[in-house]
């Protein structure tokens, strides 16, 4: 029972990208086989092809990469990709990714994509708004403890809710057809197909910043809560007087 070969932690970061140039060059980061880390509070954009990729491949060119050794959990929180052309992040062929309090903008291919036998991914607390291609694709052999709920599940144009044995447009049928996942979600629905729709500051000018302050800032809590539980420490957090102004409010009516 061999432990994962890296543990990298990477966090507070802005990789942008170049869709004009190659394949190899074309990702934000990529993942191995034997890879257990966290990727937290980055903006991650315009990448021609994946802005993280995380896979189980051993060899490259011929060469060994890495072998014999077990993957360790990789959690991707709290996180920015938007506008990287074929997938905002891609699993393909890992066990046990945590993918956490982020937010997805894709004008072309899909937010988030688990093929190639992944297994145990878990997709909680995103904000995903697809323009031509899926929220979240599940391929058929990575359905494998794969977990998915209280995130905003937005598609405009032609993009997709999600892909689960087949196609989804609307989250009322994602959540009545499938009847696990996003049961606590919202998303697009052609019951009023705007009700959903991320309210970011403006799309135009790549701020994706949402309208609601104190929403932010509990899903900032959140996210610490998750770091911590992998973490042992303590964290200090100022926590501004307008998130909780409304509760001081309703104790003063009382």
């Given at each position: ?11 507070n ?8 140039t190659?394949s ?7 993942f191995?086989?034997?890879a ?7 903006i ?7 802005g ?11 060469q060994l ?5 077990k ?16 997938n905002?992040?891609?699993i ?11 937010t997805?903008?894709a004008p ?9 036998s992944s297994?145990e991914?878990?997709v ?11 929220d979240i694709?599940?391929?058929n052999?990575?359905r ?19 892909f ?11 959540q ?8 606590h ?12 729709e ?17 929403a932010?800032?509990l899903?900032?809590?959140q ?11 303590t964290?200090?957090?100022p ?16």
């Amino acid at each position: 029972s061999e432990r994962p070969l890296t543990h990298p932690y990477v966090s507070n970061f802005t990789l942008v990208g170049d869709p004009t140039t190659g394949s190899k060059s074309s990702q934000g980061m990529l993942f191995r086989r034997g890879a257990g880390s966290a990727v937290v509070n980055g903006i991650i954009m315009g990448f021609g092809v994946n802005g993280v990729k995380v896979d189980s491949k051993t060899s490259e060119g011929g060469q060994l990469v890495v072998d014999n050794f077990k993957d360790g959990r990789l959690s991707i929180l709290n996180n920015l990709f938007y506008n990287n052309t074929i997938n905002g992040v891609l699993i393909s062929g890992r066990n046990d990714v945590r993918i956490f309090s982020n937010t997805f903008y894709a004008p072309t291919g899909d937010n988030i994509r688990i093929q190639s036998s992944s297994s145990e991914v878990e997709v909680q607390n995103n904000i995903l708004w697809a323009m031509s291609g899926y929220d979240i694709f599940v391929a058929n052999d990575s359905r494998t403890g794969f977990f998915s709920d209280y995130n905003d599940l937005f598609a405009s144009d032609t993009g997709k809710v999600g892909f689960y044995t087949k196609d989804f447009y609307d989250i009322l049928d994602w959540q009545a057809d499938i009847d696990r996942f996003d049961l606590h979600s919202i998303g697009a629905t052609a019951v009023n197909p705007h009700w959903a729709e991320p309210q970011f500051m403006s799309v135009l000018r790549d701020d994706f910043r949402v309208y609601q302050p104190a929403a932010l800032q509990l899903r900032y809590l959140q996210t610490l809560t998750e770091i911590a539980a992998e973490k042992n420490s303590t964290i200090v957090f100022p926590l501004p007087i307008d998130t909780i102004k409304q509760f001081l409010d309703l104790g003063k009516e009382k």
